[in-house]
């Protein structure tokens, strides 16, 4: 999932498409852009799904701003399930997310896990560290009280059909807060399940930033990285 495309953005979606099994996964590249008509010279092999700021209007939500960034970036994210609600389970993955194997070495590793929601980082609100962010009060909207929300970072992950219906059923009540804290907590009220990636060297972080040059140095086989945002 892209904000934009380039010759980058191409090569990673090609990548997946190569490195997974296609009796098992289909692949889509979805583009967030302002203007339809500017997403040119895309290959008429790709499976694409290109949403501008008038379909995720159409979804009826409350954003925390009136743009995706920051607290929104979800939205493309439902917007695809609603228009694709027939799949088990949906991953995600943010055109800056790197993983260092085949992509289906790590997918695979959770084919008989039917976790509702599994991200690289999840924690409760009392949990001391997870308690060090602005998000948590800021524009929360949720409708839950702090002590049962639960926050993730999720530039990868996997949910359920479950799981995304569940958001949009809450989305589309009124409710608002950052995609970080509002994912999981509507998860865990409704009764879901929730899990962290613990199996894989995961250097998935918001700080300190990753350089380009440090995602070099450091790579391993079976990491996922996820580089500075610029």
């Known amino acids: 999932m892209s904000h934009f495309f380039n010759e980058t953005i191409e090569k990673k979606y090609n990548r997946l498409v190569k ?3 296609s009796n098992r996964y289909e692949v889509f590249l979805i583009l967030n852009v302002n203007d339809k008509a500017s997403v040119q010279n ?3 092999d790709t499976r694409l799904c290109i949403y ?8 009826g939500y409350t954003p925390i701003y009136e743009k995706l960034l920051p607290g929104s970036c979800h939205f493309p994210v439902l917007k695809f399930y609603l228009e694709h609600p027939t799949y088990a389970f949906y991953w995600f993955i943010e055109y800056d997310v790197e993983f260092t194997a ?5 997918m695979s590793a ?4 039917n976790t509702d929601f599994i991200a690289p980082f999840i924690a409760k609100y009392n949990e001391i560290q997870a308690r060090k962010w602005n998000w948590w009060k800021l524009r929360n909207n949720s409708g839950f009280p702090l002590k049962n929300s639960y926050r993730a970072f999720h530039p990868i ?3 359920s059909s479950a799981a995304l219906k569940n958001i949009d059923k809450f989305q589309k009540t009124g409710v608002s807060a950052h995609s970080e ?3 999981p907590t509507i998860l865990f009220q409704t009764g879901l399940t929730l899990s962290e990636m613990k199996i894989w060297g995961n250097n998935v972080r918001y700080r300190p930033l990753y350089t380009v040059e440090e995602y070099k140095q450091k790579r391993a086989y079976g990491e996922l990285f996820h580089p500075i945002k610029f």
């Open 102 to 106: 085949p992509w289906n070495v790590l």
């Open 110 to 113: 959770y084919n008989q896990d």
């Open 19 to 21: 490195e997974l099994d």
């Open 181 to 183: 804290l509002l994912i």
């Open 42 to 44: 895309i290959s008429t």
């Open 52 to 59: 501008d700021a008038d379909d995720l209007n159409k979804l």
């Open 157 to 159: 992950c996997r949910y």
